[in-house]
């Protein structure tokens, strides 16, 4: 009966964060943000309740000092759990996961969190089973994991991180067997970015030239 009253208040809530450009700041001053992180601890492999909490915490992270105190209160250990147990089958409730993954990962601190946690790892995952989907989705979901992984080309641990974890290759690999489709275009984009990034930054080879006399 409990669990039945949770999902619905989080249901009308979730609804309210979707329209509510200000929910953020009002769960702030109401000193609740870290309610939320605990409300996805107990229920990060509920289904019923998991979309409308991931709703409020997508709306959370517009305010930057609430992903402060979220990252500071371990979500990101909550996060790799819910993406684990999601798994990388393109549906509703991963594509706003990774949406909130885009917006944590604006914070270098959030990025530190990422790789220390082993979600790189679980990110360069999705590219290996990507030619078994398509679809909208899927090309909305392929995007996001990119735009995260730009964030983390930020921090030096963050390249390292996705080198270690054969990303380039599998990048390489995503791009070499995508369709020539125009709706491609902007994760090739982003994967050029991304290794770009992450190669190591070498002098061309030029011989020296002395100025002209």
């Known amino acids: 009966m409990a669990d039945a009253i949770v999902q619905d208040v989080l249901w009308v809530l979730g609804q309210i964060a979707q329209k509510d450009h200000k929910f953020a700041m009002k769960v702030k001053l109401l000193n609740s943000t870290k309610l939320?992180?605990?409300?996805?601890?107990?229920y990060y492999n509920h289904d019923n309740a998991l979309q409308s909490l991931l709703m409020i915490i997508k709306n959370l992270a517009n305010n930057s000092s609430s992903v402060q105190a979220l990252v500071k209160d371990g979500i990101v250990a909550t996060f790799e759990k819910t993406l684990v147990y999601l798994g990388h089958t393109p549906?509703?409730?991963?594509?706003?996961?990774?949406?909130c993954f885009k917006q944590f990962t604006v914070?270098?601190?959030?990025?530190?969190?990422?790789v220390k946690v082993g979600l790189v790892h679980l990110l360069m995952q999705t590219f290996e089973k990507w030619e078994k989907f398509d679809g909208q989705l899927t090309l909305k979901i392929y995007n996001c994991t990119l735009?995260?992984?730009?964030?983390?080309?930020?921090?030096?641990?963050?390249?390292?991180?996705?080198?270690?974890?054969?990303?380039?290759?599998?990048?390489?690999?995503?791009?070499?067997?995508?369709?020539?489709?125009?709706?491609?275009?902007?994760?090739?984009?982003?994967?050029?970015?991304?290794?770009?990034?992450?190669?190591?930054?070498?002098?061309?080879?030029?011989?020296e030239m002395s100025p002209a006399s």
């Open 147 to 207: 735009n995260i992984l730009q964030h983390l080309c930020h921090i030096r641990s963050g390249r390292k991180t996705i080198k270690s974890n054969d990303g380039l290759q599998l990048l390489y690999t995503f791009c070499t067997n995508c369709p020539e489709d125009k709706s491609y275009d902007r994760l090739l984009f982003r994967v050029c970015g991304i290794i770009n990034q992450c190669l190591e930054k070498k002098e061309l080879p030029v011989p």
């Open 36 to 42: 939320f992180h605990y409300l996805l601890k107990q």
């Open 91 to 99: 549906h509703l409730k991963l594509k706003i996961l990774l949406e």
């Open 107 to 114: 914070s270098r601190l959030c990025c530190t969190k990422f």
